[in-house]
């Protein structure tokens, strides 16, 4: 508005001073000399030119400069956030699919409801393969699916994505995220899980307790003696998507090492679980003496109330499974699985999320600090991060991959 007013008013300064010289030039015309005459019509000449072409050259430069910080006025998140709100309100409904257990997610199910009491949630609990399975026949049949997909199952959520599942959305913090945490607008980690073993306290000498996966090794052919036949707990990788990936990335983060653990536990005997939580139990009862690979997170929370639970964070090599959450291209509630995703990726989210103890959260965990990303890092020489696209994930979607893996794991077992 201000740029027009300013044009309009040129115009008509010009067209004054055009009048004006206009007039002089018809009296230097009618009686005045023809040397002043054209003296005149010089100067008007020159005086239009040149206001002309401050004119335009002012005008161009507002046109095409990139305006200034100070002139821009940058949205704030709430306002970013307001009109999704208010769709959201009429939506009043939210529907996610999650593998992370409802107890574990009631902090966070809770305050998001505390935050949007108009959202209401319908938690369905499954397991990855279940949600992978589940969403695709809704989606095949036409029928209502999740909002929200949140699971573990990395390989099976990464496939999804890069067969069209997702809808894309930006997050108002999306600068603010670490990479790792995020993939291509579409995709984002909220928490991960630490792989690691666990042992049974009352099996395993205090002296012997081990604080790496050498020490487990080192266990596993030099101490035999502890260890009954069928006394390790192994997670079965080819009816899990969750053990396979984290197997695969052990293995590929130290080939010699991971080889070397499951040829002993073969020697040894062991017992398969899809699962973590049967695992835990059975060590918990002293049935099994060792697990060699499971979600510690879970085994944690459990050893304090059964004190036979040893949970350690291994100081050489372990892996991070992340949890992946995406809105579907087929969600009824889009507005209200945005809200979901700004709320769960925010600091009070996470810190939410935290108060489980059965996650590691990407921000410092106040609760349970040796369960942050931050730490991890520092603490384990090798940790192995699972991040979308990082070539590790796009070769185990290869089904002669999966295949010749699985195989090579059950030969090592003696199973083959």
């Known amino acids: 508005m201000v740029k027009t007013t300013v044009f309009i008013i040129s115009i008509i300064i010009s067209i004054i001073v055009a009048g004006v010289a206009g007039y002089y030039i018809g009296l230097s015309s009618g009686g005045m000399p023809l040397t002043q005459t054209i003296a005149t019509q010089t100067i008007y000449r020159t005086t239009t030119e040149t206001y002309t072409h401050a004119l335009i050259t002012t005008y161009t430069y507002t046109l095409t ?183 695969y990335y052990l293995y590929k983060g130290d080939p010699v090492l991971t080889e070397s653990l499951f040829k002993a536990a073969g020697k040894i005997g062991y017992l398969l679980y899809p699962v973590s939580g049967p695992q835990i139990e059975v060590v918990g009862k002293g049935e099994a003496i060792l697990a060699l690979t499971l979600v510690s997170n879970y085994a944690y929370i459990q050893s304090k109330t059964n004190p036979n639970i040893g949970v350690f964070v291994p100081n050489d090599i372990a892996v991070l499974q992340p949890a992946i959450v995406f809105i579907t291209k087929e969600a009824q509630h889009p507005n209200a699985a945005k809200l979901m995703l700004e709320f769960i990726m925010s600091e009070e989210g996470q810190n939410s999320l935290a108060k489980g103890d059965l996650v590691t959260s990407v921000v410092d965990n106040p609760y349970t600090p040796q369960y942050s990303l931050s730490y991890l890092m520092n603490y384990i020489k090798k940790p192995i991060i699972v991040r979308l696209g990082d070539g590790i994930i796009d070769e185990l979607l290869k089904e002669d991959v999966r295949k010749s893996f699985i195989q090579m794991w059950k030969n090592w077992l003696g199973a083959g």
């Open 65 to 247: 400069t990139k305006p200034t910080p100070e002139t821009l006025t940058t949205p704030s998140r709430e306002e970013m956030l307001k009109p999704i709100i208010e769709a959201a309100k009429k939506e009043g409904k939210l529907v996610i699919y999650s593998t992370l257990d409802r107890p574990t997610a009631e902090p966070l199910l809770n305050a998001f409801k505390a935050k949007y009491p108009f959202i209401d949630i319908e938690y369905v609990e499954l397991g990855t393969v279940a949600i992978y399975n589940r969403y695709l026949q809704e989606k095949a049949a036409g029928a209502p699916t999740a909002d929200i997909l949140l699971s573990t199952g990395v390989d099976l959520q990464y496939k999804l994505i890069l067969q069209g599942s997702a809808l894309p959305y930006r997050l108002t913090i999306y600068d603010k995220l670490p990479e790792e945490v995020k993939y291509r607008e579409m995709a984002y980690i909220p928490y991960y899980g630490l792989i690691a073993p666990i042992y049974n306290t009352q099996k395993i000498p205090k002296e012997l307790a081990p604080k790496s996966y050498a020490d487990v090794l080192k266990l596993l052919t030099t101490r035999t003696d502890l260890f009954p036949p069928k006394s390790i707990a192994v997670f079965d990788i080819e009816k899990s998507a969750l053990g396979l990936v984290f197997t």
